[in-house]
């Protein structure tokens, strides 16, 4: 590794994008401000949309920066730099991942100013954070009792499961909302918790875990007529409660730097065989498409959702970050093909 | 024609071929057809030939920066794939393309860190080379803000940098003011009595001066003529004399005498002094 060359990557990399990143974030942090004095406005400011909105701003003018940035880096490695570069005894491996080192540097640190700038707009504010920790299989029961639907749960199988998050849809045909009373209960009798609640949005229903061990049983009724609620089962989940909300934007930090590590290999090897600006695009359009993608490595546009409803996004998993890693390896190994072998001449 | 010096050879370049795809029907573009040259360890070699002939092509091919398409190139004795060959070598980039945000010394300190130096070493020896070349004063100053000539005399430096045992100087002259010339000619000579092999690109013959031991010609991808530079830039009865202590009263006495022995004058014109001794009396 090249110490040198990391700090030029990383000072051609971080400038253009920390700047406007400054600039936008200031902005939606003044506007926040602002709005504050607003009543109007004020239901909406809740920590989670504040949190979304830093985020969401960093990422969409620093992120296409960053990743044009790092096209243009490989881009001039193969090109402009070449004969100061490949002149040079220094291997084509060792250039390419001090590059990368440097650019994945100027991305935490865009990631850890966008961190600090979220928590500082959230401020003091206090609420319950919830993460997803695992699905709850719900399995329909038969009930004689009309107006009410049941379902039996199993014990949740993580020890620091606390809240039962039951996602629902709503077709307006009775009227705007429906008024719900949802119960959870242990199956062998004693402990329950109780809710009656208007869903009037798609809203996850949440309950707390009963106290007690042994499998539940979750009983919705309805308590007057309304609009008709759909329940889909397969998407309940169980969730535990975070002690500090704050931890929300390490989590999405930790996530970022997976997604940065892999997007800006392939940015460097892109840029190596193509030119810049079909690069950059080629490479947005993928990363838009991964966003709103589900699957192990995509559906990054779910974490910004829990961002946004208060919650705290999930921790990669094993199989997602090992598969960012061989991605990462991926982009590295033909960013390296492309130098060693003169992709360009 | 003059023979190649015995002894090992620095550059053995047999039937060297490259060429280029380019437009949007990728169409071949032949830079080099086919260039033998031998280059003994030690020698000065001038490179001479027309703009676009390939002889910055052949260079960077040298260099390692590209790979040839066909032929074969051997350089210091192995193959500039090679790691330990091309910390060897020494490269002036015709362009100059250096990271223009960084300042000449920490330009310095990332090239001598890609050549395997500490970054004691590549600092110590890199302020020498900067003051050697009239640049120590700008040792901060970003490359972005240098001129050409500067940006020529910094590349000198870079290519001294790490002592190499052959230097490839494409296009060394373009751009540098009569100081810089110096500076070059004085880092040449030096270079020749430490035994370094020199290989040095133009496309004026005046820039090969006394400094070559040998001159090649290339044009359109091929050598076409290997020589001494009198041999090849010379010819017979054709003299470049200069006189000191001459009146010009007295000229026109020399002037009658070239025609009394039927020599036709081209040229008289006053010199003595270079550019750079008025640089220095405007000081």
């Not at chain 1, 982009?331 to 060693?340: H, K, P």
Request: a neutral charge.
């Amino acid at each position: 590794m090249r110490v040198p060359l990391m700090r030029l990557a990383l000072r051609r990399s971080l400038w253009p994008a920390l700047l406007v990143g400054c600039l936008a974030v200031g902005w939606v942090l003044w506007n926040n401000r602002v709005g504050a004095a607003s009543e109007l406005a004020t239901w909406s400011r809740s920590p989670g949309i504040l949190r979304h909105a830093v985020w969401m701003t960093g990422i969409l003018v620093s992120g296409p920066l960053l990743l044009g940035r790092a096209v243009a880096i490989g881009h001039r490695l193969a090109g402009a730099d070449a004969p100061w570069c490949a002149s040079r005894p220094a291997s084509r491996l060792g250039v390419l991942c001090s590059s990368w080192i440097g650019a994945l540097t100027a991305a935490c640190v865009l990631m850890i100013l966008l961190a600090a700038a979220a928590e500082l707009g959230v401020g003091t504010q206090v609420s319950r954070a919830l993460q997803p920790i695992g699905p709850a299989e719900l399995t329909p029961l038969e009930t004689s009792e009309s107006g009410i639907v049941s379902f039996e749960l199993e014990e949740p199988a993580h020890e620091n499961a606390a809240v039962l998050r039951l996602p629902v849809g709503l077709i307006a045909t009775g009227g705007p909302s429906a008024r719900i009373r949802a119960r959870l209960m242990r199956t062998a009798g004693g402990a329950f918790v109780e809710r009656e609640l208007i869903v009037a949005t798609t809203r996850p229903i949440e309950l707390d875990l009963p106290a007690g061990e042994g499998p539940l049983r979750l009983e919705l009724e309805r308590v007057e007529d309304g609009a008709l609620v759909l329940v889909p089962a397969k998407r309940a989940g169980w969730w535990r409660v975070m002690r500090h909300p704050a931890i929300a934007s390490l989590f999405l930090a930790c996530l970022g730097f997976l997604v940065c590590a892999a997007l800006l290999a392939w940015a460097l090897a892109l840029g190596v065989w193509m030119r810049p600006a079909p690069a950059t695009a080629l490479l947005l359009a993928v990363a838009i498409a991964l966003w709103f993608s589900g699957g192990t490595l995509g559906g990054w546009g779910v974490a910004m959702e829990h961002i946004a409803g208060g919650d705290i996004p999930a921790l990669p998993t094993l199989l997602g970050s090992g598969l960012a890693m061989a991605m990462t390896a991926a982009g590295g190994c033909l960013g390296w093909w492309g130098l060693r072998w003169g992709a360009r001449s | 024609m003059a023979e190649v010096k015995t002894g090992a050879l620095a550059i053995l370049s047999t039937g060297i071929t490259k060429h280029y795809r380019a437009g949007l029907l990728l169409r071949r573009r032949e830079a080099l057809r086919g260039v033998d040259l031998k280059v003994s360890k030690g020698e000065t070699l001038g490179l001479a030939g027309p703009n676009g002939s390939g002889k910055s092509t052949w260079m960077r091919l040298v260099a390692g920066v590209e790979v040839q398409s066909a032929g074969e190139l051997e350089v210091l004795g192995g193959s500039t794939a090679d790691a330990e060959v091309r910390r060897r070598l020494g490269f002036l980039p015709e362009d100059a393309p250096f990271p223009r945000e960084l300042g000449a010394q920490a330009c310095l300190d990332l090239l001598g860190s890609l050549s395997g130096m500490s970054r004691d070493e590549a600092r110590e020896r890199g302020g020498a080379l900067l003051e050697r070349v009239g640049l120590a004063h700008e040792a901060r100053t970003s490359l972005g803000k240098f001129s050409r000539g500067m940006l020529r005399r910094f590349g000198l430096a870079q290519a001294w940098l790490h002592s190499p045992e052959l230097i490839l100087l494409d296009e060394p002259t373009a751009g540098l003011d009569a100081e810089g010339h110096e500076v070059l000619r004085e880092l040449l000579r030096e270079a020749h009595a430490a035994g370094t092999t020199v290989c040095m690109s133009s496309h004026i013959p005046g820039d090969f001066g006394a400094g070559c031991d040998r001159l090649a010609v290339m044009v359109a991808g091929k050598i076409v003529q290997v020589g001494a530079p009198d041999e090849l830039l010379g010819e017979p009865g054709s003299w470049s004399v200069g006189v000191k202590g001459l009146e010009e009263p007295r000229l026109a006495e020399l002037e009658e005498w070239l025609r009394a022995v039927g020599a036709t004058q081209t040229e008289i014109r006053p010199t003595g002094r270079e550019l750079s001794d008025l640089y220095r009396s405007e000081n």
